[in-house]
């Protein structure tokens, strides 16, 4: 068997999969603590429109803007001296690339990752930035992933699965330790699932020390793996969609993960790509933090009302990443705000005489209405001549705001669709 199947059949064997112990991560809280931030996990300012006490663990604030930096530092730790001085190779799209890469240098390893086609240039960048050796191969992670394993098999270096492998848990888990020790008498801890790697290991952890703690995991509609899995009583493969929640697509989750976990998670839930947005603004303008759809998944949760029962209790949100693209961050605040009620699009009929659309632009302006944006067509209006169709984007205060405007222009105006912004 060659020298990467044997490493993958050691860590990863569905046969035998490996359950981390807390011990494990004791461990890694001792070996990892010079080189890790102790992110903040503060009481968060959205505990009064939720009714309960959330706390933020903000992971986002490591150093490469994830949790993965916990699981790679240690796993790179735990090498042997020969396999440090050959390197280590990875497949990712982002984060798992990005903290081993920082650490890698940090440590003096060297580290060769293998992301796909589809990976922002953002983090393609920083991780050469981080002196890493990058290859860009494959339309998806799954083609990534053969490539770097075969790499590893070819030049001789250990291939390191982003959340599967035993020392990552147990690296993952440290984050637990942390909240336990920062909001000792917590009652749930609510936790995004991808691979399983994180809430394997921070389940294990607060489980340990706070039996009865909630561990609540959640996943993006477009990827239930875990769900599916525990379903199935065992890893299976799960179809992936395009997702806000790109960090958590992970079609099949880990063995060693789900072996460790399955019986620590109280309860499974999954939401809606809009309400992934809806959160993701949410935290910008009351937490003043971005974070990728990966990391708001936890909350997201809360903001779709799927956990009534942790009403009044505390409560701990891992906010796990922040490394959002900017290229999408635009799009995804336009999803949120038109999830909340405050983006509205509507179509009317107004007169095309002189003042027709002034009167509509009028009654929007009295209403202290923001138009976005304003499009009209007249050849396609066959009730009237002297009629124009406008269709017209705009932003309210909320909710409320918008229906107000409807009403308005239902009153005013016989011939109208309404719709949010899609």
Not at 80 to 90: D, F, H, I, L, Y
Not at 293 to 322: D, F, H, Y
């Amino acid at each position: 068997m060659s020298y990467i199947s044997l490493s993958l059949y050691r860590f990863c064997d569905p046969a035998n999969p490996v359950v981390v112990t807390f011990q494990d991560v004791s461990a890694a809280a001792y070996k990892i603590k010079k080189g890790i931030k102790k992110t903040p996990c503060l009481q968060s300012q959205l505990s009064n429109m939720y009714g309960m006490k959330l706390f933020m663990k903000k992971e986002f604030l490591q150093y490469t803007g994830s949790f993965k930096e916990r699981g790679a530092r240690y796993t790179l730790i735990m090498l042997t001296e020969e396999q440090k001085k050959a390197g280590v190779v990875a497949a990712s799209a982002g984060n798992h690339a990005l903290a081993l890469s920082y650490h890698g240098q940090d440590l003096g390893i060297p580290i060769t990752v293998v992301m796909p086609v589809i990976a922002p240039l953002m983090k393609i960048q920083s991780c050469r930035n981080f002196g890493a050796t990058v290859h860009i191969h494959g339309a998806n992670l799954s083609e990534s992933r053969v490539h770097a394993m075969k790499m590893g098999n070819e030049l001789g270096l250990t291939y390191i699965n982003g959340y599967d492998h035993p020392h990552i848990l147990a690296g993952q888990g440290t984050m637990g330790l942390e909240i336990v020790e920062q909001v000792p008498d917590l009652d749930a801890c609510i936790i995004p699932i991808g691979g399983g790697g994180l809430i394997a290991g921070t389940a294990l952890a607060i489980k340990s020390l706070r039996p009865n703690c909630k561990i609540i995991g959640v996943e993006s509609e477009k990827c239930p793996s875990f769900a599916n899995a525990m379903k199935a009583g065992k890893p299976v493969y799960t179809e992936t969609l395009s997702t806000l929640a790109d960090g958590l697509a992970v079609p099949t989750v880990g063995v060693n993960a789900f072996a460790t976990a399955k019986d620590l998670i109280d309860k499974i839930v999954v939401v809606k790509e809009e309400t992934i947005a809806l959160t993701i603004l949410r935290l910008i303008e009351l937490e003043k933090a971005v974070v990728e759809g990966a990391g708001a998944t936890g909350l997201a949760a809360i903001v779709e009302n799927l956990l009534p029962e942790l009403s009044g209790q505390r409560v701990v949100v891992a906010l796990c990443g922040g490394n959002i693209d900017t290229t999408a961050l635009g799009r995804v605040i336009e999803r949120g705000l038109a999830a909340d009620g405050r983006l509205v699009r509507f179509v009317v009929t107004v007169s095309d005489r002189p003042g027709g659309i002034a009167e509509l632009t009028k009654l929007m302006a009295g209403l202290g209405v923001s138009i976005k944006d304003m499009f009209h067509e007249r050849a396609w209006i066959k009730s009237d001549i002297f009629a124009v169709q406008v269709k017209v984007v705009c932003e309210t205060r909320d909710a409320d705001h918008s229906k107000e405007l409807e009403m308005a222009i239902k009153a005013k105006y016989s011939e109208y669709s309404w719709g949010p912004l899609h």
